[in-house]
Structures are given as C-alpha cells and as structure tokens.
Nanobody, 124 residues
C-alpha cells in the first residue's frame, strides 16, 4: 500500500524558515515527478513546486520562486521543500504528491498519490 507522509510543518514567524519532508513507502518513486501543493483556508489547493525524477528539472509557482527550494533523495524515497522568508500568506496545509514521468506537471489531476498534509502557519 502506497503511503506518503509529510512532516516538518509548524508555526513560524514571518521571515522565518521551515523544511518539509515527505517520505513515500509502498513502492519506489525514483522515476516519477514529485511535488508540493498547498491549500489555504477557504481556497482551492494550488501548485507550489515540483521536481523531476533526475532532479535536473524543478518548477515553482511565481509566489514562491526565489524563496523555496525543492529537492529529493531517491535512495530514501523522500522529497523536501525548504521554505525561506516565509510570509503570512503561505499559511496553508501542504501536501506532497507523486505524479508520472511526464514533465512538467502542475495540475492536481496529473498526480496519482497524495499525502495527508502538514499544517504550516506563518504569523505576522
């Protein structure tokens, strides 16, 4: 059974940093796109960042470009999201997801597996 488990969320002041992790189990995802989405209260889930299987390609939403970085460790079946210079509008539940081998992938329907999410709260 495939499981994606996010961790690393929490409460941080504006300008601070957090590092999210997502560990996958149940199968190997080293050949697939892995990504982060987020959903703020009262809003739809939105794309944040994605990374290709070979780490050569990364993609970021304009709202986080230059402040967030994404990485992965295929040996550990884990993807990370380093979030710096956090703003209050980054408050949301953050979900990791696994897609296919196609690049790029920004749409929810392109992703087949999802974690349960981890809460990130940025105070002003």
């Amino acid at each position: 059974q495939v499981q994606l488990v996010e961790s690393g969320g929490g409460l941080v002041q504006a300008g601070g940093s957090l590092r999210l992790s997502c560990a996958a189990s149940g199968r190997t995802f080293s050949n697939y796109v892995m990504a982060w989405f987020r959903q703020a209260p009262g809003k739809e889930r939105e794309f944040v960042s994605a990374i290709s299987w070979n780490v050569f390609n990364t993609d970021f939403a304009d709202s986080v470009k230059g402040r967030f970085t994404i990485s992965r460790d295929n040996a550990k079946n884990t993807v990370y999201l380093q979030m710096n210079s956090l703003k209050p509008e980054a408050t949301a539940v953050y979900f990791c997801a696994v897609g296919s081998t196609v690049w790029p992938q920004r749409m929810e329907r392109q992703y087949n597996y999802w974690g349960q999410g981890t809460q990130v709260t940025v105070s002003s």
